[in-house]
């Protein structure tokens, strides 16, 4: 496991945000608590996590004959997700001051857009009401054992298209690895 | 998606489909308005009449997923949507909905008749101060209907018909942005809202507008003479994306 840092402008008053992404859930979760470990006032942070609006437990729920989500309404729905967790999690703790990092925040659901072969410009716009973090973290993952990743990929598997879910996790990686350049995560 | 030239196929053939169809070509139609504006009932009569013009028939309506849906319902009930989620969890059903029904049935060169179409998320989200722009992006690669109909009536007579059964609920009523307690005063001003944003929409995106204070029978009849002077519109080509996107997704060759 990989990790690198990028300091960006900050854009949120006050408290911060860490954006850490990566394939793999339980590894980025394991990184952004790391990094809350370390902060200064590691009582005053927290970790805001995928699915804390319970949308994709709730899609679980549903059977085969509801269809399989495309990589689109995946992203809707985890766009609906992120819109939550800002609301209840990662904004209320940036504007008390607090550290928070949001472990995944926009780039793991670009990788995965972008390995589902939907348009950069669609996937910068959907996560247009997501504010810049003052910091980001990209943790270097092999495979997507959980977390949104893993998930949909496994879905986009069931289409009749042929996705392979191993080759789309691979794809999303390399995207990752190419953001983090992009950006000197 | 598909590779570049992978896309031109599916272009092609999407092309194909709608423009030199085995049959009759697939047919979009949506009907558009605010609560209360009778769209459903004309909706209903409209399709019985077609299908005993032979013609093969399906309706979708808004928010019906069997996928998004409850995730709205459950959401709804405990009034815990922002309008951000709000529009997100619409779109997613919407999305959803045009790869699972609407798509397979214009494929199959059906006409789909949709009670309430993408412009009810426009119109409801502008109505919630959302940008525009940024929920028309949501619904892309977009999918334009043959003929939109838009059933127009005032504010007053939305409120009226609506709060003739029943009280509107929570996000019906727009009490989410309203900040009012009362549901038929929050109604009145949120739907006001919403009529506006329709009434821009009807401009851009060149609604039939429909005055649905007539009588029943006259908006019906209206609305016959109006689908066979649109029938034989040509496939517009704005839809090709919308598509090939689909195409490649359920791996149809023909």
Same mark, same amino acid.
């Given at each position: 496991?990989?990790?690198?840092?990028?300091?960006?402008?900050?854009?949120?008053?006050?408290?911060?945000?860490?954006?850490?992404?990566?394939?793999?859930?339980?590894?980025?979760?394991?990184?952004?608590?790391?990094?809350?470990?370390?902060?200064?006032?590691?009582?005053?942070?927290?970790?805001?996590?995928?699915?804390?609006?319970?949308?994709?437990?709730?899609?679980?729920?549903?059977?085969?004959?509801?269809?399989?989500?495309?990589?689109?309404?995946?992203?809707?729905?985890?766009?609906?997700?992120?819109?939550?967790?800002?609301?209840?999690?990662?904004?209320?703790?940036?504007?008390?001051?607090?550290?928070?990092?949001?472990?995944?925040?926009?780039?793991?659901?670009?990788?995965?857009?972008?390995?589902?072969?939907?348009?950069?410009?669609?996937?910068?716009?959907?996560?247009?009401?997501?504010?810049?973090?003052?910091?980001?973290?990209?943790?270097?993952?092999?495979?997507?054992?959980?977390?949104?990743?893993?998930?949909?990929?496994?879905?986009?598997?069931?289409?009749?298209?042929?996705?392979?879910?191993?080759?789309?996790?691979?794809?999303?990686?390399?995207?990752?690895?190419?953001?983090?350049?992009?950006?000197?995560? | 998606?598909?590779?570049?030239?992978?896309?031109?196929?599916?272009?092609?053939?999407?092309?194909?489909?709608?423009?030199?169809?085995?049959?009759?070509?697939?047919?979009?139609?949506?009907?558009?308005?605010?609560?209360?504006?009778?769209?459903?009932?004309?909706?209903?009569?409209?399709?019985?009449?077609?299908?005993?013009? %032979? !013609? @093969?028939?399906?309706?979708?309506?808004?928010?019906?997923?069997? *996928?998004?849906? =409850?995730?709205?319902?459950?959401?709804? #009930?405990?009034?815990?949507?922002?309008?951000?989620?709000?529009?997100?969890?619409?779109?997613?059903?919407?999305?959803?909905?045009?790869?699972?029904?609407?798509?397979?049935?214009?494929?199959?060169?059906?006409?789909?008749?949709?009670?309430?179409?993408?412009?009810?998320?426009?119109?409801?989200?502008?109505?919630? %101060? !959302? @940008?525009?722009?940024?929920?028309?992006?949501?619904?892309?690669? *977009?999918?334009? =209907?043959?003929?939109?109909?838009?059933? #127009?009536?005032?504010?007053?007579?939305?409120?009226?018909?609506?709060?003739?059964?029943?009280?509107?609920?929570?996000?019906?009523?727009?009490?989410?942005?309203?900040?009012?307690?009362?549901?038929?005063?929050?109604?009145?001003?949120?739907?006001?809202?919403?009529?506006?944003?329709?009434?821009?929409?009807?401009?851009?995106?060149?609604?039939?507008?429909?005055?649905?204070?007539?009588?029943?029978?006259?908006?019906?009849?209206?609305?016959?003479?109006?689908?066979?002077?649109?029938?034989?519109?040509?496939?517009?080509?704005?839809?090709?994306?919308?598509?090939?996107?689909?195409?490649?997704?359920?791996?149809?060759?023909?």
């Amino acid at each position: 496991m990989a990790v690198a840092d990028r300091k960006a402008s900050v854009t949120m008053p006050r408290g911060t945000l860490i954006a850490v992404d990566g394939i793999d859930a339980a590894e980025v979760v394991a990184a952004a608590r790391a990094r809350i470990a370390a902060a200064a006032r590691p009582r005053r942070a927290g970790v805001s996590l995928w699915d804390a609006s319970g949308v994709f437990d709730d899609l679980v729920v549903a059977g085969p004959d509801a269809g399989i989500p495309s990589a689109r309404t995946l992203l809707l729905l985890y766009a609906a997700d992120l819109a939550f967790r800002l609301r209840w999690e990662i904004k209320p703790a940036v504007i008390e001051g607090r550290v928070i990092a949001a472990a995944p925040y926009v780039a793991t659901a670009v990788a995965f857009g972008r390995a589902a072969g939907l348009p950069t410009a669609w996937l910068k716009e959907l996560f247009r009401f997501a504010p810049r973090p003052a910091q980001a973290c990209y943790v270097d993952c092999s495979s997507a054992r959980s977390g949104f990743i893993g998930f949909g990929c496994n879905q986009l598997s069931q289409h009749a298209n042929g996705f392979s879910a191993r080759d789309t996790v691979a794809r999303a990686r390399t995207h990752l690895q190419a953001a983090a350049r992009r950006t000197r995560f | 998606m598909a590779s570049r030239p992978e896309n031109r196929r599916l272009r092609e053939l999407a092309r194909l489909r709608f423009t030199k169809p085995p049959g009759r070509r697939g047919f979009l139609v949506a009907f558009e308005g605010p609560d209360g504006s009778g769209k459903t009932t004309q909706r209903k009569l409209f399709k019985t009449w077609l299908k005993s013009e %032979g !013609l @093969d028939v399906v309706t979708t309506k808004w928010n019906s997923s069997d *996928l998004v849906k =409850p995730i709205i319902k459950s959401r709804k #009930a405990v009034q815990a949507l922002s309008p951000e989620e709000f529009s997100l969890l619409h779109a997613a059903d919407f999305r959803h909905r045009v790869e699972h029904a609407i798509m397979p049935a214009l494929w199959d060169g059906k006409i789909v008749i949709a009670d309430r179409f993408l412009f009810t998320g426009l119109a409801r989200d502008g109505a919630r %101060g !959302l @940008d525009l722009d940024w929920v028309l992006r949501l619904y892309q690669p *977009l999918l334009w =209907p043959d003929l939109v109909f838009y059933f #127009a009536v005032s504010a007053d007579t939305s409120g009226r018909r609506v709060t003739a059964t029943r009280t509107p609920n929570f996000y019906e009523s727009g009490r989410d942005v309203t900040d009012l307690d009362d549901p038929v005063e929050s109604y009145h001003r949120f739907v006001t809202s919403v009529i506006k944003e329709y009434e821009s929409l009807a401009v851009i995106f060149k609604f039939i507008t429909i005055d649905a204070e007539q009588s029943m029978s006259q908006q019906h009849y209206q609305l016959r003479e109006l689908f066979r002077e649109g029938e034989n519109r040509p496939w517009s080509e704005w839809n090709v994306e919308a598509v090939a996107e689909w195409l490649s997704l359920t791996g149809r060759q023909a």
